[in-house]
């Protein structure tokens, strides 16, 4: 009973990593010791499949269960102070970015290739927001949405992606946060099952098939895929900056995103060391 408690928990603190902007639920999962694990089983489920059953509901129920409220609260910040609370996300992401440098850093085979991937994914995704890629011009279909959750997924996978920073990159962030915060209103389930559906197969089978494919890309091309994670880190704080002072913003609304900027990044590195 108190290994399943723990573990629900643990799956809380990673939904909570999931929902915000900035935070890598699967760097989460890293620190409380359950990612391997979590690839492992998901890789293949039926190898003791009881305790790998018994694993995931524990830890996929405290992760939907942290992603249903916070969403709510994330939602009431971003309605009443958009600019401030943006700023606290961008302060997020950026703190993270020390422990990625750490991390290429530590690699011996640095060369102008890699950095070249870091390059190319930065401009290729920033492109992506910039042309608007976004619901507001009808971009999103059935097919769209099971891409849009097999994006997410992979992001809880990943370690070092945020996936609500990737949302918010390509254009859908509101949708989705609106989607999530409302999973225990009936009727809104009903309006949005056009939606629910498609995003919900794109979210497993990101899950299922993109923790494979870091079982092989981590042991064969771990290098380049931190290249990859920077690439997207960047674009997303240069398209979230772009996003936030597009927005009227009085100069107390200023300077309080200024502090939360600070004090985001302030936590995140407190929390990577």
């Given at each position: ?84 609370t943006m700023l606290l996300f961008i302060g997020l992401i950026i703190g993270g970015i020390p422990s990625l440098i750490n991390k290429i850093k530590s690699f011996k085979k640095n060369n ?118 920077i690439g997207l880190v960047l674009s997303s704080i240069f398209i979230m900056f772009i996003q936030a002072f597009n927005t009227n913003i009085n100069f107390t609304s200023f300077l309080i ?17």
């Open positions: 009973m108190k290994k399943t408690l723990i573990l629900f928990l643990k799956g809380m603190i990673v939904g909570i990593g999931q929902i915000i902007p900035g935070v890598s639920g699967g760097m989460l999962a890293i620190t409380l010791g359950i990612y391997e694990k979590g690839i492992e089983i998901i890789s293949d489920i039926f190898k003791s499949f009881k305790e790998n059953i018994h694993f995931i509901l524990t830890v996929g129920f405290g992760i939907l269960i942290s992603i249903i409220f916070c969403s709510k609260l994330i939602k009431y910040f971003l309605i009443k102070f958009y600019f401030p102008i290739k890699n950095v070249l991937i870091a390059v190319i994914t930065f401009f290729i995704f920033s492109f992506l927001a910039l042309i608007n890629f976004s619901s507001k011009n009808n971009y999103f279909g059935t097919i769209g949405f099971i891409i849009i959750g097999f994006i997410y997924a992979s992001a809880m996978v990943i370690p070092g992606v945020s996936g609500t920073a990737l949302m918010i990159l390509i254009g859908c962030y509101e949708i989705i946060i609106n989607m999530i915060s409302n999973l225990t209103n009936l009727n809104v389930i009903i309006s949005n099952f056009k939606i629910i559906i498609p995003f919900g197969i794109g979210l497993v089978l990101g899950i299922i098939y993109v923790s494979k494919f870091m079982n092989y890309i981590i042991k064969n091309h771990e290098i380049k895929t931190y290249y990859f994670i995103g200024l502090i939360l900027l600070i004090i985001g990044f302030k936590i995140s590195t407190c929390f990577d060391s």
